[in-house]
């Protein structure tokens, strides 16, 4: 498959971010923060991992998982403590050790969504979850993204619909889980407009499958076999990145 051409990290997150600020961006947070609200409480383990583009939009709150950890491209200012800036298609963490994997709309403009795919895949444990959001093609959103694939951010992604993705996860030895999505309206930031073409939106509501613009896929790692039980000291090396502690002053030092 060949891919679009997407814009460099440093000229992709600021309009990016600009836009989840508006109505419309934040209706659509609201949508994706109820879809994994309905799936994380039951998905346990130790480590979470949430690779995204802006560190603002956190999904994993309702996650039982001890450590979370978020991932983005570039150091953004307000950034959490636990955050690694790593490309989504290297990540820097051991194989076979995430409990949860969150992609949110990572796989939607990056340079090659299926390598990064294929690291998310690379580092859950066998039996552990990954969550993606993305933009639904098969949606009014979908269509609205070609005739804006010039426009900014959040048009012009890759727009991979649910039966390609679906295809990907089964190369991958992942099995789909669960698949969702939400907001079948049209993406008309004016409220007015919005109530006049309701109708569309009871349409779209009405088509079988998946129509929402925002699609929502939960896969299992699957592997044959047994899988041995790892000590806790060989958990602990997660991320191989220690968290720097902060230094004693001298105010703290015993006389």
């Known amino acids: ?116 795919l294929r690291e998310a895949a690379r580092v859950l444990r066998p039996g552990g979850f990954m969550l993606s959001f993305s933009f639904n093609p098969a949606s009014y959103w979908g269509l609205w993204s070609r005739l804006k694939r010039r426009n900014p951010p959040p048009w012009g992604g890759h727009l991979i619909s649910h039966g390609r993705l679906h295809d990907w996860l089964s190369l991958l030895e992942m099995t789909e889980v669960k698949a969702q999505t939400a907001c079948h309206h049209l993406p008309l930031e004016s409220p007015l407009w919005r109530r006049r073409l309701s109708l569309f939106e009871r349409l779209s509501q009405r088509v079988p499958g998946c129509s929402g613009a925002i699609l929502m896929v939960l896969a299992r790692k699957d592997v044959a076999g047994m899988t041995p039980i790892r000590p806790g000291w060989k958990r602990r090396r997660l991320l191989s990145l220690p968290v720097a502690e902060p230094k004693p002053t001298a105010r703290g030092k015993s006389s």
Not at 21 to 32: C, H, I, K, N
Not at 50 to 71: E, I, N, T, Y
Request: aromatic share 6%.
């Open 1 to 116: 498959m060949k891919f679009n051409e997407q814009l460099p990290v440093e000229q992709l997150i600021p309009p990016l971010c600009q836009w989840f600020d508006t109505p419309l961006g934040q209706e659509v947070v609201q949508a994706e923060q109820a879809l994994a609200e309905s799936v994380l409480p039951t998905l346990f383990g130790y480590h979470l991992l949430q690779v995204g583009l802006d560190h603002r939009q956190v999904l994993f709150d309702a996650s039982p998982v001890s450590r979370k950890v978020m991932l983005m491209p570039q150091m953004q200012l307000g950034a959490q403590p636990l955050t690694i800036i790593a490309e989504h298609d290297e990540l820097p963490v051991c194989s076979n050790e995430l409990d949860v994997v969150i992609l949110h709309h990572a796989l939607d403009y990056a340079a090659n969504p299926h390598q990064v």
